[in-house]
């Protein structure tokens, strides 16, 4: 159950940077830590073995 949890936070994280234009902006909306919203989008990019942002 927690994959399913993981990618959905990961679609709602990547449609609010979508959303927003920036991870910074995305971050101030989710509350979140900007380097802790790129590091997860990072660690995730790693995971599925593809970019999932163009930076």
């Known amino acids: 159950m927690k994959s399913v949890t993981t990618e959905f936070s ?4 990547l449609k609010i940077i979508i959303s927003t234009g920036s991870i910074t902006e995305a971050a101030a909306e989710l509350y979140l830590s900007q380097p802790y919203l790129s590091r997860y989008i ?3 990019e790693k995971k599925l073995g593809f970019q999932l942002l163009n930076r």
């Not at 990961?10 to 994280?13: K, T």
């Open 10 to 13: 990961l679609l709602s994280y």
């Open 42 to 44: 990072k660690d995730n």
